[in-house]
């Protein structure tokens, strides 16, 4: 508590000096984030043109599995709750219990990442085999990277809202919206993929 | 509440940043040294883009490739359209003048994101010198400036593959660029100050922002599919392994097209500042200028196809696109009557900022002339990938955008380090590049109509003449360069003292010292709600002008 109150002086002091402007960092990150998700525009666009115009070659084995990204789905829109109940905690100013739930985010991050190898691993085709199956390692390729990325942020986060001495607290609470959003982003566009590569 | 650390934060480093020239080279976070540095990059590259042109230019004096080989050919031609158009327009017209003037703008110390905004900068030069250096360790992409597959798969994989990569970090700086201009006009304008009332290159940046947002990370995904067909050997983009090189070209041109005005918009807005100060007149018709830039940046996403007439592409699409492209010369043509009628009845001093942005405005419209015929399916066909094309995009990028950065270079070179240039030698300059310019790419128009495709080192006999003329053309831009070093470093060196606000302009930038302090203003930023307020005081105003006061005042 002595550490969020002696930061809360500060940040009072920083606000009363004259030159201070409002945060735009969420801003900023909402249009990077709408550019991001332009790259995966581009991606789907380019899926769904093949898919119309592309026949697939006779004897190409193309056959995916529903089982195993359904699991997907549900642990990413479960992680996505997760992190809402550590943003939550965190405003009520339980850092402990904001950590629990962010431990928790990332573990269901890494459950995805992991179920996601499994299925490489199991799946009758190879990056290079067909046309389809390269587009469809490209896609869930590159929205893993993103949830790699996002677990490693979620990691930081965790360790930068230990108390006292973390940096994240319910003052200074960017660096976890700023990563519950692109969680969040993240998610949205597994959602859009799961639909257009499995179930379409 | 939010917290506002990064501004306090930003400030106390930038105290401990170096003052001298020394800065120039620095990690500076200082928006006016960000924008100088884009602006000495992009220009040095300028001179390397040049020197491949003129190398193109001799291939092009006789009809066999005697000067060079054919691959080196299309190394510099490749290396020709990439330079000039990531690494000298893009990042000058956006860069260079969007951070040193946007900020004066909305009248703020400095851009919404300063550190976003250095990173933004450097990594330009390193993307610039893995791309020249590739022609030096396995010779340079091979596949023109839109290295279409199959040609950019079957083509040597390495200097491709360097292409990509810094067309990747160039793009990512373009879009880091691209955020934070509009965070910065969107959010960080002064209380009091209104969108209606912003300088119209606030709108044109916003609006190229908005279009760098949007598709530029589209050509990302779509170069690093590319990557994977060259590197892994997958087959996106390659029909042997049942791909389709239709794919690749939609979404190239989904950014590409958006390219050119992401190239142009700003040059529109920079014009639209200059005209006004050097004539004294309101920029006329400033809601319509306005309205045009964002039905140009609202169309402009939706007109790719039209490069693609040849590609197969069905009836529907072609009749979708020609319409949408035709319609986009309506705000386009707006925004042409607009300058002209600010002009006309105006005290126009004839000065070189104001020939380059005449000049600018007449090798415009010729530009735009050819684009609204070219966007006519019948006559593409014809002229497709012939030097027509060559002609069409020169006039538009060189007569338009290239034209409107020497105008500004004239305009705010006193703003930028104080010294005036001389007036004399920027007329030279301007006679020079101008007849240079028309010599150069108006008897290509002839060349495509008659059939000499683009590209190519060697070509039809029949042609000689005309590429020689085209050659004397490019000698003469080139030579229009000498006058114009001459007179920037004459100037920095005994140029004349030029004060604060040399041509009485009214807009921000002026109303601090020439070169501005650290932070913009000493004290209270100036609330600038009518930017073109000139003329206010004659008793025989036209229409345009009280139309205009009309339209300021309500």
Redesign the interface.
């Known amino acids: 508590m002595t550490a969020v109150s002696s930061l809360n002086e500060k ?1 009072d002091e ?2 009363s ?1 004259k ?10 990150l909402i ?2 984030l ?10 789907f ?2 899926y769904l ?2 898919k119309a ?2 026949p ?2 006779p004897d ?1 084995i193309y056959e995916l599995e529903l089982p195993l990204p359904t699991l997907n789905t549900i642990l990413l829109l479960l992680s996505s709750a997760t992190f809402h109940k550590a943003g939550k905690a965190l405003e009520e100013q339980h850092a402990k219990r904001c950590q629990n739930w962010l431990l928790v985010t990332a573990g269901l991050g890494v459950a995805f990442l992991i179920s996601q190898m499994v299925e490489y691993f199991t799946l009758p085709f190879g ?2 085999d ?2 389809y199956a ?2 469809f390692y ?1 896609l869930t390729g ?1 929205h893993g990277l993103h949830v790699t990325l996002g677990a490693i942020m979620i990691l930081i986060v965790w360790w930068q809202t230990r108390s006292p001495d973390g940096r994240i607290t319910n ?2 609470k ?1 660096p976890l919206e700023a990563a519950e959003l692109y969680w969040h982003f993240v998610d949205g566009i597994w959602v859009i993929l799961f639909i257009i590569l499995y179930l379409l | 509440m939010s917290i506002s650390i990064p501004p306090n934060t930003e400030s106390n480093s930038k105290k401990l940043q170096p003052t001298g020239w020394l800065r120039y080279f620095s990690f500076s976070l200082d928006h006016k040294v960000i924008g100088i540095q884009y602006l000495i990059c992009g220009f040095l590259f300028y001179l390397i883009g040049g020197v491949l042109a003129g190398a193109i230019r001799i291939e092009l004096t006789s009809p066999m490739s005697d000067f060079m080989a054919r691959d080196v050919y299309n190394q510099v031609l490749t290396l020709h359209g990439t330079i000039m158009i990531f690494l000298w327009i893009v990042p000058v017209v956006n860069g260079a003048f969007g951070n040193y003037l946007i900020p004066f703008y909305v009248g703020a110390r400095d851009m919404a994101f300063p550190r976003l905004n250095a990173v933004a900068f450097w990594l330009i030069p390193p993307a610039g010198l893995m791309l020249i250096s590739s022609y030096f360790i396995n010779g340079a992409a091979q596949s023109g400036w839109t290295a279409y597959p199959p040609l950019s798969i079957t083509t040597p994989a390495a200097g491709q593959i360097i292409w990509i990569i810094s067309v990747l970090l160039l793009g990512g700086s373009s879009i880091f660029g691209g955020i934070n201009f509009i965070a910065t006009i969107l959010k960080l304008r002064q209380p009091g100050l209104k969108l209606m009332q912003l300088p119209m290159y606030c709108w044109a940046m916003l609006g190229t922002s908005i279009l760098v947002v949007l598709s530029t990370p589209v050509l990302a995904g779509t170069l690093i599919l590319l990557s994977f067909d060259i590197v892994a050997h997958t087959g996106f983009f390659n029909p042997t392994l049942g791909g389709n090189v239709i794919v690749y070209q939609h979404l190239f041109w989904f950014y590409s097209h958006p390219a050119v005005y992401i190239m142009v918009l700003p040059a529109f807005g920079l014009v639209s500042e200059i005209l006004p100060v050097h004539c004294r007149k309101p920029l006329f018709g400033y809601s319509t200028m306005v309205y045009s830039i964002m039905a140009i940046v609202a169309l402009g996403l939706i007109v790719w196809a039209h490069h693609m007439f040849t590609s197969g592409t069905p009836p529907w699409m072609r009749l979708f696109f020609t319409i949408a492209t035709a319609f986009i010369a309506v705000p386009t043509g707006i925004k042409f009557f607009n300058w002209v009628a600010t002009l006309w009845g105006g005290r126009i001093s004839i000065n070189s900022a104001i020939l380059f942005s005449c000049g600018f405005i007449v090798n415009f419209i010729l530009g735009g002339i050819t684009g609204v015929a070219l966007a006519q399916v019948p006559f593409d066909v014809h002229v497709h990938d012939t030097y027509f094309v060559v002609a069409h995009f020169h006039y538009i990028v060189y007569g338009g955008s290239v034209f409107v950065i020497f105008s500004s270079i004239y305009h705010w070179f006193p703003k930028f380090t104080g010294k005036m240039l001389d007036d004399n030698i920027g007329k030279l300059h301007f006679i020079l590049t101008f007849i240079g310019f028309n010599l150069c790419f108006a008897p290509q128009h002839w060349l495509g109509l008659n059939g000499m495709p683009r590209r190519v080192a060697e070509y039809d006999p029949q042609f000689t003449f005309v590429n020689q003329i085209s050659s004397v053309g490019a000698l003469l831009m080139a030579l229009s360069t000498l006058p114009f070093l001459w007179n920037i470093i004459n100037s920095l060196i005994n140029g004349k003292e030029s004060g604060p606000n040399p041509w009485k302009a009214l807009t921000s930038e002026w109303l601090t010292s020439s070169p501005p302090p650290v932070e913009n203003w000493i004290g209270e930023a100036p609330l600038v709600t009518e930017p073109y307020g000139y003329g206010h005081k004659t008793k025989n105003s036209n229409s345009p002008v009280q139309m205009n006061k009309k339209q300021e005042t309500s």
């Open positions: 940040s920083l606000t000096t030159e201070a402007h409002a945060d735009h960092r969420l801003f900023g249009t990077f709408i550019a991001d998700g332009m790259t995966f525009a581009g991606f666009a380019a043109t093949f115009v592309n697939l070659l190409a990056l290079t067909n046309l390269s587009t490209a590159f003052v200074n960017f």
